[in-house]
């Protein structure tokens, strides 16, 4: 696919300033964003609720743009899908966060983003650019209506990533390791219900309980191996009652592909839920607060929305 005019949205926080920099060399017309022939309309600011606004003016209006780029983390990411889910304007992605999960999943190249901007930029302008159609997930927060595009973490989980986000200075899993061990001191389990695919609601006694569209969470913890980002299923992934030293061990066994072996971990393929969630349970999708501690019990649906996203792979450079 060609593209003539780009809306490119840049998160300033993400890899630890990486993006603003990056930003501002768009926006001083250096490199790929200088060409004629490729019209950059770059969205920066200091918060997601401004850059959610911001973006969304831009694709309301009469210059609709060809394709949205985002760049950040999983957090961009999302609000990328969410901007774009279902209106046909492709999505880009260039990974600038800490954890970049959906990226891993989507197989996205990580670790230089001036060399991700160059290459979407440059694969949009020459037509070497394609697109994939991939799931995104679909929830509900006592009626609220919300979009993830990696995962749902409910619990135990949530809790860590509520720590991992305070802990700006270390990096990816670094980060969301250090969360767990200083987590893992004060939880407990607690006990949720559950419905799936329209079944009968049980009562679970559990950890965490995690929707997935991704395989991974906590920058490449792979959780659910087995995820597929366009298979139209979702990752359901419940750790039961576990010991402190079993919640410790959970997520570096999960690293090595062994956290299955543990009798209270279970992973089922599944298109919707519904969750009974407890009072003072976090709830979080792709790293972004949706419930906190000092809130009410809620009841949680999702649902997987196939092919909802076109995701833009850019193609092979000379």
């Known amino acids: 696919m ?21 930003g501002r060399r768009l926006a001083g017309g250096a490199g790929a964003g200088s060409s004629p022939d490729l019209e950059v309309v770059l969205v920066a600011a200091e918060s997601f609720t401004e850059l959610r606004e911001k973006a969304a003016d831009v694709l309301a209006g009469e210059l609709r743009p060809d394709v949205l780029i985002v760049q950040g983390g999983d957090g961009m990411v999302s609000m990328g899908a969410g901007l774009v889910a279902g209106t046909g304007v492709p999505l880009g992605i260039v990974p600038s966060g800490t954890g970049n999960d959906f ?50 973490n409910i619990g135990f989980d949530a809790v860590v990533n509520c720590r991992a986000n305070e802990l700006r200075k270390l990096p990816g899993t670094a980060r969301y390791v250090a969360a767990l061990l200083e987590s893992v001191r004060r939880f407990s389990p607690v006990e949720f219900g559950l419905s799936v695919d329209d079944g009968p609601t049980r009562a679970v006694a559990a950890e965490l309980v995690t929707i997935l569209n991704g395989s991974s969470i906590g920058g490449g913890i792979r959780v659910a191996p087995q995820a597929i980002i366009d298979d139209g299923l979702l990752e359901l992934f419940v750790v039961g009652r576990l010991p402190r030293i079993g919640l410790l061990t959970l997520f570096p066994l999960a690293m090595a592909g062994l956290h299955t072996r543990l009798p209270p971990v279970s992973l089922e ?14 709830v979080y999708a792709d790293g972004e607060a949706l419930r906190g501690p000092g809130e009410g019990a809620c009841i949680l649906e999702a649902r997987v929305d196939p092919g909802a996203v076109r995701l833009i792979e850019p193609g092979a450079l000379g």
């Open 2 to 22: 060609r593209a003539q005019r780009v809306l490119y949205v840049v998160n300033p926080t993400a890899g630890l300033g990486a993006s603003a920099h990056l």
């Open 103 to 152: 990226a891993r999943a989507a197989g996205i190249r990580r670790g230089s983003p001036a060399a991700g901007i160059e290459r979407m930029l440059t694969s949009l302008r020459t037509g070497a650019a394609s697109v994939r159609e991939v799931d995104v997930i679909r929830l509900s927060v006592d009626g609220a209506d919300h979009l993830a595009i990696n995962s749902v």
């Open 269 to 282: 393929r599944i298109t919707s839920i519904r969750v009974q969630v407890p009072s003072g349970v976090l």
